[in-house]
């Protein structure tokens, strides 16, 4: 199974990069890697997608090595608004999708 | 707007008295797909739908059934709810199971408490 392991908080000030870490050690080889923001009693948003290197969008980048047994999602200059709970979702070779417990991200005035 | 729509946002019921989660989503999406999140367990699937009239067990499929008979819906059925059925349950579809472009669209949740 793709299993996906983040650290489970992390506390950051306002106007600080931030970078989470997830590893995922059974990608498959032709599949995205994709991360989710969660605010509580809503469902998972579409933050940022990609399969290697790096990818920027208007909220975030992501960062993905060679190997992709990881990934990293780095949030620019994070306000009081991104305190939320992120996820990074994977497949594995047998199609199968397993969202971690993810991120729990703090932002401090 | 494209979106998935869930209903009821809230509901509460008794043991044993079947109930249907009604899951639509509007951008013609292959894959559908029902999770429950529980405090400190995450989100986990119950049941997915590769096309209509093709489902699959997830990892918590216990309790639970579903039906794909048209592409947009995807009903998330408890024949007889159990108080361990007390969840937020999730509705999410995307083009296809590899998430592809833009990932899954989830729905706005469903509350449901078993008493």
């Known amino acids: 199974l793709a299993k996906t392991t983040q650290p489970i908080s992390m506390d950051s000030y306002e106007g600080q990069e931030v970078n989470i870490t997830c590893s995922h050690n059974?990608?498959?080889?032709?599949?995205?890697i994709t991360w989710y923001q969660q605010f509580p009693s809503q469902g998972p948003r579409f933050i940022i997608q990609?399969?290697?290197t790096k990818v920027t969008n208007e909220v975030a980048s992501l960062f993905i090595p060679a190997d992709r047994k990881s990934s990293t999602l780095s949030l620019p200059r994070v306000s009081l608004s991104d305190t939320a709970v992120y996820y990074c979702?994977?497949?594995?070779?047998?199609?199968?999708?397993?969202f971690g417990t993810g991120t729990r991200l703090k932002v401090l005035a | 707007e494209a979106q998935v729509t869930q209903n009821p946002r809230y509901l509460i019921t008794v043991t044993g008295k079947k109930l249907t989660v009604t899951c639509s989503q509007n951008?013609?999406?292959?894959?559908m797909s029902w999770y429950r999140q529980d405090p400190g367990l995450g989100l986990r699937q119950i049941y997915y739908?590769?096309?209509?009239?093709?489902?699959d067990k997830g990892d918590v499929p216990e309790g639970y059934k579903v039906s794909r008979k048209e592409k947009r819906n995807f009903p998330l059925i408890l024949e007889s709810p159990s108080p361990n059925q007390t969840s937020l349950y999730f509705c999410?579809?995307?083009?296809?199971?590899?998430?592809?472009?833009?990932?899954?669209?989830f729905g706005s949740g469903t509350r449901l408490t078993v008493v």
């Open positions: 999410a579809s995307s083009l296809s199971p590899r998430q592809g472009r833009d990932g899954y669209t």
């Open positions: 059974n990608i498959a080889t032709n599949d995205y």
């Open positions: 990609g399969y290697k």
């Open positions: 979702l994977v497949g594995d070779p047998l199609d199968k999708y397993i």
């Open positions: 951008m013609n999406h292959e894959y």
């Open positions: 739908s590769m096309n209509v009239e093709v489902t």
